[in-house]
């Protein structure tokens, strides 16, 4: 049996959160999971409560450690506050960006083409995944990092709604998807700050719909300002 190392069971815990194979809620039995990863207790909970401070998991004396939830009201708060911290993002990886920056990212969009084109929807969103991670590394601010690495764990968990099309149109989208990723590698190669946040947008706007039913067939009760009305809030 494979000896798994704590950044092992990090990187595998959070990769299978992610793709939903520990599903929102889940219990997490911690003998159950010791086993799995070949691991004693204590380096496991060292783990349990690192993917608490990420907000992966989170954990409570008396009922363990379970996976994040997405209730309506974190929800609520994530299709509010996303396009903002996504904007801000893009517009700042126009002036902070790297030529190694540029060129991980290059590569993380070859990955992610060939991942949404594949119909595997956990591997399109995990792709995709990294490629809006390594845009909040080029923007280089602490602050809108957190808060991106936050939202990523449900954006990521929702969006493969969007990555399993059910009909032509929905196939569409996500090639569509993927000439926005081209659209924003170029506009922030270009240092085009405006240019950048439009299609950052826009790339919210596709998809959001259909992440909406990942909580429930019909729309969620809340009215999201656009931001492409309301520039000053960017």
Known sequence: MKHFTKTDCLDDLRRRILSTDLEPGHDLDEAGLSGYYNMSRTPLREVLQRLQGEGYVVMSANRGAKVASMDIDVLRTFFQTAPMVYANIAHLACEHRTSAQLGALKQAQIGFAKAAKSSDAA??????????AIIGYMASNTYLLASLARLQIDHTRMSQTFYRPAAPAETMLVLKAIEQH?????A???DEGALAIDLTLQHWDLSRDRMERYVRPDP????????KDHRNAI
């Open 220 to 227: 969620l009760p809340i009215d999201v300002i656009s931001l």
């Open 182 to 186: 081209d659209a924003m590698i170029a």
């Open 188 to 190: 922030i190669e270009a």
């Open 123 to 132: 591997e399109a969103a995990l792709a995709n995944h990294t490629f809006h």
